[in-house]
């Protein structure tokens, strides 16, 4: 008998009653529920919380003792791309932020927060957690996966628990159950032959990139003196090679200017010569950035790598997806070792210039964040480790919008984006090779093949993390709200399933995108929705000096401009799009944040009801799309967004504009 959409959310299979134990209150070895979650991530937190929303029963099995994944180990920063592609219990998450930040009681239409302390995104979870009736059993590492046929009858784990389930989810950063399930995996970077991609494989480009020759050799200029820690004794491949290598890895520190802010500790295992090129580098004239410090709230910020020689520890993580959980530790202190020593070496020693040990050391770790670990983030940052190989593999040409699906289960947005994967010698001085950032013209769907595997390899679980995708298009995927998206999506699916008694691979699509539209997921694509304007494109006008960069990461395009912090009222730049119908668009604008920029950027929204002139913190919100309004259109080119810079107390950025359409 066919099921509505109410009764298969709403229909549990398994009785509640003997599920959810927490570890140190279980009175049995074996956990038995309908969805077993492996990974407490925001897409495994996600998928646990609509499947128990939906009536079923599920269990979160997390191998580290973190719950949240980066969400509350400091990346809070969100890489959103366009949050209008942002539904379902994402958007959800973000809407208790905002009502965390603001006191105010949370509705479907109140106002999202994507910037948010480490502790703030912790309490969020914890009463989403709650609410559902989901436990999420702790330091749980994966030990064996049980199939019966192509299906997994159960999993355990190092300390002897065993976990039974009609449905799992593998939402770990690794990828492991998927692995021992037997599902196909790759690793590293495939190479533009093989998808017909353009910016996949090797890339030598110029962000994040030496902007000055350091030689790389210990006595410089001899190659037989051997080379400097932290430079690879590699051969740089022709771009769009393949190669097994993958982006670097670091932690999202948590930092403060305040007067109760840590001081830099110098780490055990300290070594200065780690830093030697480092050194080189300052020495040629390279004044930083060495990190950024994007304010997220109450003085605090999340700070990510910045320039050639910053917080990635670059080619030391390739081991990491596959080792086992003793080498996985090993690789993780030698990331914490390298970035605190690094902060140390920028504080402290004296052959750095003074300017730079001071404006190091007038930052430090929040003393409210992370005290469990030492006040320093509790989960190292991996960016990418296997992805699944799936019926369905997303490419480049799904996130340039050049190849769509007929069966999405939620959108993407970011920008195309790898970190460095290798640094190396070319040319006799030192290059940094692997970092990519490219643009995206507008959100594209992502497919539910894509996260599920080959029925013949299994027919019961779902990969919503480590999902089939090229390494570039992964790069654009990899967000945090994507994951949410996908894990949300992942549990309609199972429920499906189960209640259709059929493998994953089978469910009924259509039904499956109905039951997500009711949820509020956003999976659909109109024509014409948006207008995107970068500052190099068509659609701009400039008054007055404007210079280009690429200093700092989480542009559209290929850089973006500022005005060089002088000329005040006399730069300005407007973006005029030539909009294909009249009726409300919402203006988003976009630029890239650092401590430098101003705070109070004057921008004025010429739209059909007259002018709005807004107020934007350019030191805030970077490399994402910040809405300004929604606001009323003529057809054609009469609406315009204006940024000056008048009376603003720091650089002013200029990089894009956005309007879609509601």
Known sequence: MPHTRRQVLATGLLSTGAVLLHPARAGAAVTTVDLVVYGATPGGLAAAIQFRRSGGTAVVVEPGTHVGGMTTAGLGATDTGNTGAIGGLSHEFYRRVYGRYNGTPVTATSPARFTFEPHVAAAVFADLLAEAGVTVHLGRKLQTVTMSGNRIVEISSEDGGIYRGLMFVDASYEGDLMAKAGVATTLGREGNAQYGESVNGV???????????????????????????????????????????????????????????LPWARPTGYDAGRYALLLRYVEAGYTGPFFNTVGVGGGKTDSNNDGAFSTDDIGMNYAYPTASSAVRDTIVAEHRTYQQGLMWFLSNDPRVPAAVRTATASWGPAPDEFGATGFWPPMLYVREARRMVGAYVMTEHNCRGSATVADSVGLASYTMDSHNCQRLVVGGVAKNEGDVQVGVPGPYQVSYRSIVPVEAQCANLLVPVCLSASHIAYGSIRMEPVFMVLGQSAAVAARLAIAGAVPVQRVNVTTLQGLLRDLGQRIDISGNSEIVIDSRGSGVTRAGAWLSSTSIGGYYGSDYEHDGNTAKGVNRLRFTPALPAAGAWTVQLRWTAHENRASNVPVDVVHSGGLSTFSVDQRASGGQWVALGTFQFTAGSAGSVLIRTEQTNGYVVADAARFVRV
């Open 203 to 261: 890339q030598l480009r110029d962000k994040h990139q030496f902007t000055r020759p350091v030689d790389p050799y210990v006595t410089p200029g001899n190659p037989g003196s051997g080379l400097l820690p932290g430079v690879q004794a590699a051969t740089l491949a022709p771009n769009g090679t393949a190669d097994g290598k993958i982006q670097a890895y670091n932690f999202r520190m948590c930092l403060t200017t305040a007067a109760d802010r």
